[in-house]
């Protein structure tokens, strides 16, 4: 009969194999775009592959429409029996499901070539599956009911359409979707307990919309009383989902991974490859602080939604993904927290030649002349003078009280008549003076010791450094 009505089993071969391929090729290149970039942790994997069905699932459904459209048009009258007409869907789901243990064999393979952190969660695969295979089935039944050309595509965009908009939303339908949150958190636990029962939800719904569609063509009682299991089993798995919160807490201690020297990095241990970076960039930012209230030892990564306080000493970073530039985004964010936002573009001006040095990036001019002076003034200071003007003035920094005064015009030591516009004034509070690098004397800011640094501190040699006279004023402040 299929070959009578132009629908060989040579044909539907063929067609499973492109199948396959398309859903193979999207499946890894969705997973990839899914993939936290840099995380090499197994949750992000299990993600990924769930991910991947925005774009699997929608395949999978215009295929099972365009055979149910092909098998419709090809159905002998009276239909036979129920094992007989679940066949057809049954291979489907073969060919889909075997797609997507393709797609997650290919990832696995990637994995086991590097470390990764946590664990594989077999459930976290299982919701994968079922879901697409849910597609397929939505499929199937749109073809069969509606035999038209058009039907394939109609049923691969309307499953896309139904199920991104459910995956976007924060309620009950969001839970219910075959999806995860995105972008994959490490501090964020993936509960198995959870990817059971929206396992148990997705199979139990796909076998009951098949077997409902089974007794409806055939009027068979036991296809719909076995629709019926399937109904309870698939209300048994909702009642779950819907009683558990969409995030929950991870269910293992995690333990950092670290980094001890100059300063101590920790981060969770499936970003340990980016410590290297991170290490470095805030070794330099730990140094130009030291002396400061702001002066730390330790960074940990902290996820967003972390409000603890950190201990004396240590101070917490946020890092999303290990994509290029993570560090100096990490530590962009670090030191744009360090000071109040100022209120008004002067003051703005100036906190922005001391944030761009602390990230350690090229100094701003600034839209007023007094910008253009202060950051001419601070580029050419040594980047110990630089250190030493912070400690004195790391008050007014933090709060946006900078002016111009601050570079240049306001350093005046009494007798050293290097630091004030024209000389200064000889008076009984003078400062005990150090030589400077350049021969030319300074003052030790009062109250500072011009002893070392700590042994363990990053920064070597004398914790006051000293800062030659500013240049000539400017009349913008």
Request: aromatic letters at 8%; a positive charge.
């Amino acid at each position: 009969m299929l070959e009578q009505r132009g629908v060989s089993r040579e044909e539907l071969k063929h067609s499973a194999l492109v199948a396959v391929g398309i859903l193979l090729a999207l499946g890894l290149l969705a997973a990839w775009s899914v993939l936290v970039p840099g995380i090499s942790a197994w949750e992000n994997i299990v993600v990924a592959v769930i991910g991947s069905l925005r774009l699997t699932g929608p395949v999978a459904a215009a295929f099972a429409a365009w055979v149910a459209v092909r098998k419709r048009r090809a159905a002998p009258a009276p239909l036979p029996g129920t094992w007989q007409v679940l066949r057809a869907p049954l291979a489907i789901l073969v060919v889909v499901v075997g797609a997507f243990g393709a797609t997650v064999t290919m990832l696995a393979m990637k994995a086991v070539l590097t470390e990764q952190a946590g664990h594989l969660a077999p459930t976290g695969l299982a919701v994968g599956a079922a879901g697409l295979a849910l597609y397929a089935v939505i499929g199937w039944i749109a073809g069969w009911a509606l035999p038209w050309t058009v039907t394939p595509f109609v049923a691969g965009v309307g499953s896309y359409g139904l199920f991104t908009s459910l995956a976007g939303r924060s309620g009950w339908a969001g839970k219910l979707a075959p999806a995860t949150s995105e972008p994959y958190d490490p501090f964020e636990g993936l509960s198995r307990a959870a990817f059971a029962n929206q396992t148990l939800w997705l199979l139990g719904v796909t076998a009951a919309l098949l077997l409902t569609w089974a007794a409806v063509v055939t009027r068979r009682a036991l296809a719909l009383a076995t629709a019926l299991l399937a109904v309870l089993a698939a209300g048994t798995g909702m009642a779950r989902v819907l009683s558990e919160p969409r995030a929950v807490a991870a269910t293992e201690p995690m333990i950092y991974s670290c980094q001890e020297w100059p300063i101590t990095v920790c981060v969770h241990p499936g970003i340990s490859s980016g410590l290297t970076e991170l290490g470095a960039t805030f070794t330099t930012i730990a140094a130009r602080l030291t002396g400061t209230p702001a002066a730390f030892s330790r960074v940990e990564q902290r996820p967003r939604d972390d409000d603890r306080a950190s201990a004396s000493g240590a101070v917490a970073i946020h890092v999303d993904d290990l994509a290029p530039g993570y560090a100096t985004r990490a530590a962009a964010e670090f030191v744009e927290h360090l000071a109040t936002p100022c209120g008004d573009a002067r003051a703005g001006g100036y906190r922005a030649i001391v944030t761009a040095w602390l990230r350690g990036e090229p100094l701003p001019s600034g839209p007023l002349p007094g910008h253009q002076a202060a950051a001419s003034w601070f580029s050419a200071l040594t980047e110990s003078q630089r250190r030493d003007w912070l400690r004195m003035f790391y008050t007014d920094f933090a709060t946006c009280h900078l002016k111009g005064s601050h570079f240049g015009g306001g350093l005046t030591a009494p007798g050293s008549g290097v630091f004030g516009p024209g000389g200064a004034t000889p008076g009984p509070a003078a400062r005990p003076l150090q030589r400077g690098e350049n021969g030319v004397a300074a003052p030790t800011p009062s109250g500072m010791s011009a002893t070392r640094y700590p042994a363990q501190s990053p920064v070597p040699g004398s914790p006051y450094p000293t800062m030659p006279g500013p240049p000539p004023p400017s009349t913008g402040r």
